[in-house]
């Protein structure tokens, strides 16, 4: 597969707690210069990010995270002030214990809002597949489908594992029509993004291909 078209569907990420701005500047360059899908960072730099790369770039930012728990309230508000201040894309995470009781209305309910708010933007609904059942990925699938989210995302890369290729290719068996894939959470390698995107995912949530690809420049450089 073309790298061109594997950038295309990276959502180039920096989202550590020590994230500097010369950091953040520093994927927004690198995302800017790969023509990536997007870049995602730490609300608290969206507004700082917007206008450092204007329309060169989309700004995709993360709503209850890591853990999902904020109330709903919290999470409206969180993707209003994230909108407001130049994201074009949010990526939320669902409230997994509510999953676990199966409260279904409730997590239906909260990306129904989450989606009114952010209107016609992009928002992802992160599942955090590495503590669910194969149940509650299907069910989830159902969920984000009536809730009429834009992407189910595997993983916020912050808990015991990321995305599987298993996972997505439940996803991609088990999703309505319309609602897209993001595989997120420990791709590393230009093998590993082509296999994701043939099971069925449209975004690849990542840092490391882009920073591979630099590293193989730097070294053609050298030579």
């Given at each position: 597969m073309d790298r061109k078209k594997i950038f295309e569907k990276v959502d180039h990420t920096l989202l550590a707690q020590t994230a500097t701005w010369e950091e953040i500047k520093q994927i927004c360059d690198d995302a800017i210069a790969y023509q990536t899908a997007s870049v995602c960072i730490p609300p608290s730099y969206?507004?700082?990010?917007?206008?450092?790369?204007?329309?060169?770039?989309?700004?995709?930012?993360?709503?209850?995270?890591?853990?999902?728990?904020?109330?709903?309230?919290?999470?409206?508000?969180?993707?209003k002030d994230a909108l407001q201040n130049g994201a074009d894309e949010i990526d939320m995470v669902i409230n997994i214990g509510d999953l676990k009781d199966r409260h279904y209305d409730l997590i239906e309910n909260e990306i129904k809002q989450l989606k009114e708010a952010c209107g016609d933007k992009v928002l992802k609904v992160i599942i955090e597949t590495c503590l669910l059942t194969e149940e509650e990925k299907m069910a989830m699938c159902e969920i984000v489908t009536k809730a009429g989210a834009d992407f189910i995302k595997t993983s916020t890369g912050f808990s015991k594992g990321g995305a599987t290729f298993e996972d997505?290719?439940?996803?991609?068996?088990?999703?309505?029509?319309?609602?897209?894939i993001k595989a997120a959470g420990g791709i590393s390698s230009f093998d590993d993004a082509e296999r994701f995107i043939e099971l069925g995912a449209s975004r690849l949530g990542t840092?490391?291909?882009?920073?591979?690809?630099?590293?193989?420049?730097?070294?053609k450089e050298v030579l």
């Amino acid at each position: 597969m073309d790298r061109k078209k594997i950038f295309e569907k990276v959502d180039h990420t920096l989202l550590a707690q020590t994230a500097t701005w010369e950091e953040i500047k520093q994927i927004c360059d690198d995302a800017i210069a790969y023509q990536t899908a997007s870049v995602c960072i730490p609300p608290s730099y969206v507004k700082r990010g917007k206008e450092y790369v204007k329309d060169r770039m989309a700004v995709c930012t993360v709503i209850g995270f890591p853990n999902g728990y904020h109330t709903t309230a919290v999470k409206v508000y969180e993707t209003k002030d994230a909108l407001q201040n130049g994201a074009d894309e949010i990526d939320m995470v669902i409230n997994i214990g509510d999953l676990k009781d199966r409260h279904y209305d409730l997590i239906e309910n909260e990306i129904k809002q989450l989606k009114e708010a952010c209107g016609d933007k992009v928002l992802k609904v992160i599942i955090e597949t590495c503590l669910l059942t194969e149940e509650e990925k299907m069910a989830m699938c159902e969920i984000v489908t009536k809730a009429g989210a834009d992407f189910i995302k595997t993983s916020t890369g912050f808990s015991k594992g990321g995305a599987t290729f298993e996972d997505v290719a439940l996803f991609a068996k088990h999703v309505g029509k319309g609602v897209k894939i993001k595989a997120a959470g420990g791709i590393s390698s230009f093998d590993d993004a082509e296999r994701f995107i043939e099971l069925g995912a449209s975004r690849l949530g990542t840092s490391r291909i882009v920073k591979l690809a630099k590293k193989e420049q730097g070294a053609k450089e050298v030579l």
